[in-house]
């Protein structure tokens, strides 16, 4: 339900600026591949210099894999703010930013070290987190409400797709942990690192 402020703000004809992001955390044999999805759309990135259109390709790239791999799907979290204000909409997206990259053994989109595909002989990982944190303006009731449920989560990736196609999206970051084929990330250190997470 909206708040006193916000129903004042729609009526002054302020541009309502939503900053949200999301945990999801997939485990299981299977989840490695995803780890060269994810480096795949931040190459594309980072050749397209941040541009909001390819990062938002990736985006759905990154949105429809994860949807096709709801098996593996284990614990999810989400947290996000209104504002009206682009200014500390900016600020919250570049605190977030910086909170996801300290995550452990994390890598996002922004990264110029991304690593090359490694051989399979190598150890593979049955962890991986993925954090996409997004801003952008209206409202979207499926990505505004708690997304720690297999249902409303499969919501949210969706909104997200269309997010892109509506060009609503003004900012777009993905972070994932382990970064690369080869490193691991094990149930010790998600729980230390990522408490947030919910079970699914």
């Known amino acids: 339900m909206s708040s006193w402020r916000d129903r004042m703000n729609k009526m002054t004809g302020r541009t309502r600026f939503v900053v949200c992001r999301i945990f999801i ?3 299981g044999d299977e989840v490695a591949p995803l780890i060269g999805v994810l480096n795949q759309a931040a190459r594309e990135a980072i050749d397209a210099e941040g541009e909001i259109d390819v990062l938002g390709e990736g985006l759905e790239q990154i949105c429809i894999n994860l949807l096709q791999n709801d ?3 284990r614990s999810a979290a989400n947290e996000g703010n209104v504002f009206w204000d682009e200014g500390e909409a900016g600020d919250e997206i570049n605190y977030l930013f ?5 995550r452990y053994k994390s890598e996002s989109y922004e990264s110029k ?3 090359e595909t490694e051989p399979f002989s190598i150890p593979v990982t049955r962890n991986l987190i993925v954090m996409i944190t997004v801003a952008f303006e209206g409202e979207v009731p ?3 409400t708690d997304l720690a449920d297999i249902n409303a989560l499969k919501a949210g990736l969706k909104a997200l797709i269309n997010l892109h196609y509506q060009r609503s999206l003004r900012a777009i970051q993905v972070h994932w942990s382990p970064a690369k084929l080869g490193d691991e990330l094990t149930d010790d250190q998600i729980l230390e690192y990522y408490p947030e997470l919910i079970p699914l």
């Open 25 to 27: 955390h997939l485990a």
């Open 71 to 73: 098996l593996y799907w």
């Open 98 to 102: 910086t909170d996801s990259a300290q």
């Open 113 to 115: 070290d991304i690593g």
């Open 142 to 144: 499926e990505l505004e």
